[in-house]
């Protein structure tokens, strides 16, 4: 398939590494980006701008969102746009972190199309899109997608079938409660360290290899503590993310308190001017505090 056309929604912080590894396995790439000027680089470094979502989507055998917020996706997809516009037998694949149902929405709708639509949300940041190490979770049809398997090759590592339409989406709301809770422990661990009097970066060494180790301190942890809170994933995003578990966990009827203190102190974050900071930034409560 490394001939074939994708067309690319989305040129943000994710979307731009992603590109580049889609690009650099040999695939084409057309771009749309809401803001021209976050394409700017992509485009000179050979991929094609298109000027709408419904353009980018004409003449690719894939399409690729990686958007916002559920509203975004819903337009890029519904607007007279992908769905529209994809030639028959296209592949759709939503890559943003959305709702599970709207997931199964756009499946349905594709399906009706003779397109292949799969929900394929990513977790490893903007380090992970940079270097193509992305966990990739999938729903939708298993053929599909084994399909695709070698554009998703190009852009992660860990790339794992979950089953039908929305499970992708279903996986990603269970590694954002990991990660809510977890942020948490990491900040104040940190904090605790410092107020301590100890040496951070010892205390990193003895903890990170231990049972407290995760991603999270590895990363973001190093992050904190250089005040580096610069957006690998926004915090604003992260809201995002927790409203739609903590949505989907009551029509469940699942009681998650501790996504909802997390929700409750970014929200605090954002309030105070964070939103557009990585989730780092959840340090800076302690530091303030």
């Known amino acids: 398939m490394a001939e074939?056309?994708?067309?690319?929604?989305?040129?943000?912080?994710?979307?731009?590494?992603?590109?580049?590894?889609?690009?650099?396995?040999?695939y084409k790439l057309q771009v749309y980006n809401r803001t021209k000027s976050k394409a700017d680089e992509l485009v000179a470094e050979g991929a094609a701008w298109k000027e709408t979502p419904a353009a980018a989507a004409e003449g690719a055998h894939v399409i690729i969102t990686m958007v916002g917020y559920p509203k975004d996706v819903e337009s890029v997809y519904f607007d007279n746009g992908i769905l529209d516009h994809a030639p028959k037998d296209a592949?759709?694949?939503d890559m943003t972190t959305s709702s599970p149902q709207l997931a199964e929405k756009i499946s349905a709708a594709a399906e009706e199309k003779g397109l292949h639509a799969l929900d394929a949300p990513v977790s490893g940041g903007d380090t992970g899109a940079e270097n193509g190490t992305l966990s990739i979770m999938?729903?939708?049809?298993k053929e599909d997608a084994e399909a695709l398997a070698p554009v998703f090759q190009a852009m992660g590592q860990k790339i794992v079938y979950q089953g039908k339409a929305g499970s992708g989406q279903h996986t990603?709301?269970?590694?954002?409660?990991?990660i809510a809770s977890n942020m948490i422990g990491v900040a104040e661990a940190l904090a605790y360290a410092k107020h301590a009097g100890l040496d951070t970066d010892k205390v990193m060494e003895s903890i990170e290899t231990g049972a407290a180790g995760s991603w999270s301190l590895s990363n973001l942890?190093?992050?904190?503590?250089?005040?580096?809170?610069?957006?690998?994933?926004?915090?604003?995003h992260l809201i995002k993310d927790e409203?739609?578990?903590?949505?989907?966990a009551k029509t469940m009827g699942l009681e998650t308190p501790g996504l909802a203190l997390s929700k409750k102190i970014y929200e605090e974050l954002a309030d105070a001017g964070e939103e557009n900071s990585g989730t780092q930034a959840i340090y800076k409560k302690y530091q303030q505090d």
Do not use: H, W
């Open 4 to 26: 074939k056309v994708i067309g690319f929604i989305g040129t943000g912080v994710m979307g731009r590494g992603m590109i580049r590894n889609l690009m650099k396995a040999g």
């Open 91 to 93: 592949y759709l694949v």
């Open 138 to 141: 999938i729903g939708g049809k």
């Open 172 to 178: 990603k709301m269970a590694n954002q409660i990991a």
């Open 221 to 236: 942890g190093r992050r904190m503590l250089k005040g580096d809170f610069e957006p690998g994933f926004y915090i604003k």
């Open 243 to 248: 409203r739609i578990a903590l949505e989907s």
